[in-house]
C-alpha cells in the first residue's frame, strides 16, 4: 500500500526559505511519477512542480525560479525547496504519487494522481 508523509511546513517571512519533504513507501519510487500540489486558501488545488519516471520536470510558472523539486531514491523522500517565499504562496502542500510515467503534459494536474499525502500548512507572512 502506498503511504506518503509530508514534512516542513510551517511559517516563514516573505523572502524566506522553507523545504518541505514527503517519505513515501509501498512502492518502487523509479517507476512513478511525483509531484507537489498547493491549496490556496479559496482555490483548487493546483499543481507546483512535478516530475515523471522518463526524467521529466515540469514547474508551474507560480514556482519557476524559485522552487526546486528532488529527490532522494535511498531514502524514498521527495522534496520541495521553497526560496524568495511570497505571502501568495501560502496554502496546504501536498505531496501526490502515481504509479506510471505521466505524460509531460499531464503531471501538474492532479487528477492523474491516486496517492495523495495528508498535507502540510505552509504560511507566509509580509
Known amino acids: 500500500q502506498v503511504h506518503l508523509v509530508e514534512s516542513g511546513g510551517g511559517s516563514a517571512q516573505a523572502g524566506g526559505a522553507l523545504r518541505l519533504s514527503c517519505v513515501a513507501s509501498g512502492f518502487s519510487y523509479g517507476t512513478y511519477s511525483m509531484g507537489w500540489f498547493r491549496q490556496l486558501p479559496g482555490k483548487e488545488r493546483e499543481g507546483v512542480a512535478a516530475?515523471?519516471?522518463?526524467?521529466?520536470?515540469i514547474y508551474a510558472t507560480s514556482a519557476k525560479g524559485r522552487f526546486t523539486i528532488s529527490q532522494d531514491n535511498a531514502k524514498n523522500t521527495l522534496y520541495l525547496q521553497m526560496n524568495s517565499l511570497k505571502p501568495e504562496d501560502t496554502g496546504m502542500y501536498y505531496c501526490?504519487?502515481?504509479?506510471?510515467?505521466?505524460?509531460?503534459?499531464?503531471?501538474?494536474?492532479?487528477?492523474?494522481?491516486?496517492?495523495w499525502g495528508q498535507g502540510t500548512q505552509v504560511t507566509v507572512s509580509s
Open positions: 501526490a504519487a502515481e504509479g506510471r510515467s505521466l505524460a509531460s503534459w499531464s503531471i501538474l494536474f492532479q487528477q492523474y494522481y491516486n496517492y
Open positions: 516530475f515523471n519516471s522518463a526524467g521529466t520536470t
